[in-house]
């Protein structure tokens, strides 16, 4: 339950903006790190900038703004990440990814998904709609090659940035 605390405390801190009636939603993640992604129709004052800052720092939480554009974080050198701990890997994301939810469900799915499939190293596997790789990267441990094909550009870039992020040399992704 890590993000509890921040929705609890939330509907205060909105309250003390300036102009709470400009904004569009917040979404909160949970992954590597926390995170709160506030959508604003209009410029953010100073002082409501303070607000934001102040909060997800006491919340340990990345701060992330989305206004005209794609969200970016406060903190250019912030990222959003989660973990594949039995395959030892991180995988990068940003607001906007498809990605699994649940990070016990989706590690059991990936599981689940190598089980089946039985991989004895000298395959070449075909992974279609790979988003970030969460399911590619996994498999490229365990076979001589992966070959992943997603339809968004964006997730085409993010899936191979996280093979080289986690050394995994032997994946195409198109």
Same mark, same amino acid.
């Given at each position: !339950? /890590?993000?509890?605390?921040?929705?609890?405390?939330? /509907?205060?801190? %909105?309250?003390?903006?300036? =102009?709470?009636?400009?904004? @569009?939603?917040?979404?909160?993640?949970? @992954?590597?790190?926390?995170?709160?992604?506030?959508?604003?129709? #209009?410029?953010?004052?100073? #002082?409501?900038?303070?607000? %934001?800052?102040?909060?997800?720092?006491?919340?340990?939480?990345? %701060?992330?703004?989305?206004?005209?554009?794609?969200? !970016? /974080?406060?903190?250019?050198? !912030?990222?959003? @990440?989660?973990?594949?701990? !039995?395959?030892?890997?991180?995988? #990068?994301?940003?607001?906007?990814?498809?990605?699994?939810?649940?990070?016990?469900?989706?590690?059991?799915?990936?599981?689940?998904?190598?089980?089946?499939? =039985?991989?004895?190293?000298?395959?070449?596997?075909?992974?279609?709609?790979?988003? %970030?790789?969460?399911?590619?990267?996994?498999?490229?441990?365990?076979?001589?090659?992966?070959?992943?094909?997603?339809?968004?550009?964006?997730?085409?870039?993010?899936?191979?940035?996280?093979?080289?992020?986690?050394?995994?040399?032997?994946? =195409?992704?198109?």
């Amino acid at each position: !339950q /890590p993000l509890q605390p921040i929705m609890t405390r939330l /509907p205060e801190m %909105l309250r003390r903006l300036s =102009k709470p009636q400009a904004l @569009g939603h917040v979404e909160l993640f949970s @992954g590597s790190s926390l995170a709160v992604l506030l959508r604003h129709m #209009a410029p953010l004052s100073e #002082a409501d900038l303070t607000i %934001l800052k102040d909060f997800c720092q006491f919340h340990a939480a990345q %701060l992330w703004l989305h206004g005209e554009g794609e969200p !970016q /974080p406060v903190d250019a050198t !912030q990222s959003l @990440g989660y973990r594949l701990e !039995q395959w030892d890997l991180d995988l #990068a994301w940003r607001p906007g990814d498809f990605i699994q939810v649940n990070a016990g469900v989706n590690e059991a799915m990936v599981a689940q998904a190598l089980d089946w499939l =039985k991989p004895t190293g000298d395959e070449r596997v075909l992974d279609l709609f790979c988003g %970030l790789g969460n399911f590619a990267l996994p498999l490229a441990k365990s076979v001589r090659e992966v070959v992943a094909v997603e339809g968004v550009q964006t997730m085409v870039d993010r899936a191979a940035a996280n093979a080289a992020s986690n050394n995994l040399h032997n994946t =195409k992704f198109f």
